[in-house]
């Protein structure tokens, strides 16, 4: 028998596209200490970090099977992220903090060694070129 694949990557992205459907905005609570994880530091509290990532706060959004990806600002300074599938903990809605937190499932192992391995991390270089049409994309830390 295969192994099962986890259904973490699959619920992010429907419930990120369900919470852009509602009018709301996507925040991921993110493990900020597992390896792998690129967020600005200056913002990570007792371990963790909550990001922004509606349309207008991020350029970029990837959602795969092994992690997120974009580029946004923090205080005005471009940065790429990426975050490990298995360092998110919860996608919510910053207006009302509906959504979905993940504890542990069938197939995390995998995503923990691939996590420790690096695999799949993005290169650190300079962030895509701003969309054009003026739009300043913004992130904030939320508590």
């Known amino acids: 028998m295969s192994s099962i694949k986890p259904s973490r990557p699959y619920l992010l992205r429907a419930l990120?596209?369900?919470?852009?459907?509602?009018?709301?905005?996507?925040?991921?609570?993110?493990?900020?200490?597992?390896?792998?994880?690129?967020?600005?530091?200056?913002?990570?509290?007792?371990?963790?970090?909550?990001?922004?990532?509606?349309?207008?706060?991020?350029?970029?959004?990837?959602?795969d099977d092994h992690g997120i990806s974009f580029s946004a600002r923090f205080g005005g300074v471009p940065m790429n992220v990426y975050v490990p599938m298995v360092a998110v903990m919860a996608i919510f809605t910053r207006e009302n903090g509906?959504?979905?937190?993940?504890?542990?499932?069938?197939?995390?192992?995998?995503?923990?060694k691939q996590a420790e391995d690096g695999v799949q991390l993005p290169p650190d270089d300079e962030p895509p070129e701003p969309p054009k049409g003026g739009g300043k994309p913004a992130l904030r830390v939320v508590k």
């Open 98 to 112: 509906m959504g979905m937190g993940f504890g542990v499932e069938p197939g995390v192992e995998e995503l923990l």
């Open 16 to 63: 990120h596209e369900w919470v852009l459907d509602n009018g709301l905005t996507p925040h991921l609570a993110v493990d900020a200490t597992l390896q792998g994880v690129q967020v600005p530091e200056q913002f990570v509290q007792d371990g963790q970090i909550t990001l922004n990532i509606a349309p207008g706060a991020v350029q970029g959004l990837m959602i």
